[in-house]
């Protein structure tokens, strides 16, 4: 690790947590409270205000199971431009919603996940703080170690560390030779995306995702990436959604929604020809095509 580049963070007002500097804690307090502040007398960076080291010109993407990195532009042009509520019950790691921070105009922005809503947080509130550390095995253990204490650090590292960005339990280690972000690519992302969250003020919540969408309406709009039906998701459980019910809601629904699912019959009975439907890719062998359904 570079601690030159470390101590000329510092010097700007950068805290560094024992994990980032290259140790690792198993003690929940043991890294809460070391924090190293190594300019005291200087304020905190404002993370609502990008370092000019950290302005890129496209958005942030993270890796994820079916994370929509690569289709985020095409689905932020199919949804309505403006209105009250923009929200995604099913966020993963945000790939739509960075883009259409962007591009659309909202009064208010909510990212709704129940197993990546703490990771959206740990950006929002350490995402300045972070420093990547090299992509190792050894790197590895020590942030899956941190992990399961509940390390915002360790859990903001889980794309770059981990296999599809599936996050620590769920992926395996993602060395260099499966490509990914580089330490210096990564880490301007996590400022990008702090960035955003900050700018965009965006409640982040994990809650049942018929909770979350409670009370919308026609000037609301909902993106739904599910996890897909009858596809082994390792981000997600088979009990955390009944692709039914979804259907039944959405039918329903009184707000505008876009729906992302593959080509399946209970999608195409309910909703009709999809809006979209891109050229099929191949997933384990099988091929599959990448829909878009909307009621609007």
Same mark, same amino acid.
């Given at each position: ?83 009250? @509520? ?110 955003? @969250? ?67 019959? @209970? ?30």
């Amino acid at each position: 690790m570079d601690y030159n580049f470390i101590k000329q963070l510092a010097e700007q007002g950068f805290l560094f947590s024992p994990t980032s500097m290259g140790m690792t804690r198993s003690d929940r307090t043991a890294w809460q409270d070391t924090l190293l502040t190594v300019s005291a007398d200087e304020d905190r960076p404002d993370p609502t205000t990008r370092h000019k080291k950290y302005v890129k010109s496209t958005p942030p993407t993270f890796s994820y199971p079916g994370g929509k990195a690569r289709m985020a532009k095409t689905i932020v042009a199919l949804a309505p431009h403006s209105g009250r @509520l923009y929200i995604e019950p099913f966020a993963g790691r945000g790939n739509v919603f960075w883009k259409a921070a962007g591009v659309l105009d909202y009064k208010e922005w909510q990212l709704n996940d129940i197993r990546t809503a703490d990771w959206f947080e740990s950006i929002r509130d350490h995402g300045h703080e972070l420093v990547v550390p090299d992509c190792t095995r050894m790197e590895y253990n020590k942030r899956l170690a941190d992990s399961k204490n509940g390390c915002p650090y360790a859990r903001m590292l889980e794309p770059f560390f981990t296999y599809s960005g599936a996050g620590f339990g769920s992926g395996s280690f993602r060395s260099n030779k499966y490509g990914g972000s580089t330490q210096g690519g990564f880490q301007q992302s996590i400022q990008m995306a702090q960035h955003i @969250l900050h700018a965009t003020g965006a409640t982040i919540t994990s809650v049942d995702w018929k909770e979350a969408l409670a009370g919308l309406g026609a000037d609301d709009f909902v993106y739904f990436d599910p996890p897909y039906l009858d596809c082994n998701v390792t981000a997600y459980r088979p009990s955390d959604l009944d692709h039914e019910e979804l259907v039944q809601h959405l039918l329903e629904a009184p707000y505008r929604w876009i729906l992302s699912e593959y080509d399946q019959p @209970l999608y195409r009975n309910a909703f009709g020809a999809p809006c979209l439907q891109p050229k099929a890719t191949t997933r384990h062998g099988a091929p599959r095509v990448e829909c878009l359904w909307k009621n609007f």
